[in-house]
């Protein structure tokens, strides 16, 4: 499956923005989703996450509260809601697909196909 994120840009602390994931090649349906982030310097982390069937998000603490995670399996794509931005947040977002167990679901070295990241940068 080819992934291909988008939306990212540059806001204000305290606004919002919706990074969208379209996927090819094969339907998203068959797997989980996530979106991970990477700050200059720092390594990958995990945001968030959702299963195949989307009935369970799952979210890293410190975004829990103000992004969202969706997807829409017909429409073969997944969002990430950010909203009440922070400085912080500022990194390179990717979306990612893989098969794992849910109790691995965070893990990033659980996860195959990888899109190719978008900026996001919040300014103070």
């Known amino acids: 499956v080819q992934l291909q994120a988008s939306g990212g840009g540059l806001v204000q602390a305290g606004g919002s923005l919706r990074l969208s994931c379209a996927a090819s090649?094969?339907?998203?349906?068959?797997?989980?989703m996530g979106w991970f982030r990477q700050a200059p310097g720092k390594e990958r982390e995990f945001v968030a996450a959702?299963?195949?069937?989307?009935?369970?998000?799952y979210y890293a603490d410190s975004v829990k509260g103000r992004f969202t995670i969706s997807r829409d399996n017909a429409q073969n794509t997944v969002w990430l809601q950010m909203n009440s931005l922070k400085p912080e947040d500022t990194a390179v977002y990717y979306c990612?697909?893989?098969?794992?167990?849910?109790?691995?679901?965070?893990?990033?070295?659980?996860?195959?196909?990888w899109g190719q990241g978008t900026q996001v940068t919040v300014s103070s």
């Open positions: 990612a697909a893989g098969n794992q167990v849910l109790s691995s679901i965070g893990d990033r070295s659980m996860y195959a196909y």
């Open positions: 090649g094969r339907t998203v349906s068959r797997y989980n």
């Open positions: 959702i299963t195949r069937s989307a009935l369970y998000p």
